[in-house]
Nanobody
């Protein structure tokens, strides 16, 4: 079983950067694909980014592609989301999630993921 804890959220001006971290417990962290989702007030949770267990494959939502970078350090049991050129529409609670199955089918569906963190707030001011 995996437990996830996000950190690194905060308030930043538009155009600024933040790096989110997701610390994972469990012996099998390195075998999980990891994803980031976000949820803004009044909106459904949406996919942001995904990274394979090896880090070789990444996927991004069109809205963040070119601005956000997902990475992982399996030795530290941590996945990161580097967020650059932030926009007010990036404001949301960001969640990390772990997917035990390695295929990339439906990677943008939250239901694919087995474990979730509690979320960290990101607020981008204009």
């Amino acid at each position: 079983q995996v437990q996830l804890v996000e950190s690194g959220g905060g308030l930043v001006q538009a155009g600024g950067s933040l790096r989110l971290s997701c610390a994972a417990s469990g012996r099998t962290f390195s075998s999980y694909a990891m994803g980031w989702f976000r949820q803004a007030p009044g909106k459904e949770r949406e996919f942001v980014a995904r990274i394979s267990w090896s880090g070789a494959s990444t996927y991004y939502a069109d809205s963040v592609k070119g601005r956000f970078t997902i990475s992982r350090d399996n030795a530290k049991n941590t996945v990161y989301l580097q967020m650059n050129s932030l926009k007010p529409e990036d404001t949301a609670v960001y969640y990390c999630a772990a997917d035990r199955l390695m295929n990339s089918d439906r990677y943008y569906y939250s239901s694919k993921y087995d474990y979730w963190g509690q979320g960290t707030q990101v607020t981008v001011s204009s």
